[in-house]
T-cell receptor, first 113, second 113 residues
Framework: NAGVTQTPKFRILKIGQSMTLQCTQD?????MYWYRQDPGMGLKLIYY???????DKGEVPNGYNVSRSTTEDFPLRLELAAPSQTSVYFC????????????FGQGTRLTVV | DQQVKQNSPSLSVQEGRISILNCDYT??????FLWYKKYPAEGPTFLIS?????DKNEDGRFTVFLNKSAKHLSLHIVPSQPGDSAVYFC????????????FGKGITLSVRP
């Protein structure tokens, strides 16, 4: 049971480039999330999804896009990368949304130069 | 506007002693609280939770206490072990618009052998 798998683990982007962070879960969870963690800060919700075909914005959605075509996959797209997007990104999934335990991936460390 | 506050960034305790990690919240609509533990280069993992209908929840060496009137919760680890050294995040959720997890900044716990 792999849980939540994120790729890549590390990436360096140049300003203005774009990339997709991949996230897959094998627990058949309906709810999936993307968080970012900046140094010394908590996790900020970027986007979330309550099921295939349904996505919604979190606290810090600007500069990002998501899609959810299947229950398993929830990719995060960065368009026109900026230095402010340098962060560690975590994908998570859960059975329910309200207070239920969320399972996290190992994270993607992104640096924009 | 931080709704979940972990005001002490770090805590150092001796092995075998009690670790007390504190968390305060401002949103009175929060009614479910969780603690996550995070090791370097890994994603957060769920540790323990408590619903607002309780004031205490215990799981082995870990106990979470909730004081609703003070909007305060604490995580007690007894006895502390070197393997407990990690970053601990407090998180909260409620209903409706507050249903998604809101995280604090985290506390770095160091347990000295």
């Amino acid at each position: 049971n792999a849980g939540v798998t994120q790729t890549p683990k590390f990436r360096i982007l140049k300003i203005g480039q774009s990339m997709t962070l991949q996230c897959t879960q094998d627990m058949n969870h309906n709810y999936m999330y993307w968080y970012r963690q900046d140094p010394g800060m908590g996790l900020k919700l970027i986007y979330y999804s309550v099921g295939a075909g349904i996505t919604d914005k979190g606290e810090v959605p600007n500069g990002y896009n998501v899609s959810r075509s299947t229950t398993e996959d929830f990719p995060l797209r960065l368009e026109l990368a900026a230095p402010s997007q340098t962060s560690v990104y975590f994908c998570a999934s859960s059975y329910g949304i309200r207070g239920t335990e969320a399972f996290f991936g190992q994270g993607t460390r992104l640096t924009v130069v | 506007d931080q709704q979940v506050k972990q005001n002490s960034p770090s805590l150092s305790v001796q092995e075998g002693r009690i670790s007390i990690l504190n968390c305060d919240y401002t949103n009175s609509m929060f009614d479910y609280f969780l603690w996550y533990k995070k090791y370097p280069a890994e994603g957060p993992t769920f540790l323990i939770s408590i619903s607002s209908i309780k004031d205490k929840n215990e799981d082995g060496r870990f106990t979470v206490f909730l004081n609703k009137s003070a909007k305060h919760l604490s995580l007690h680890i007894v006895p502390s072990q070197p393997g407990d050294s990690a970053v601990y995040f407090c998180a909260a959720s409620g209903t409706g618009a507050n249903s998604k997890l809101t995280f604090g900044k985290g506390i770095t716990l160091s347990v000295r052998p």
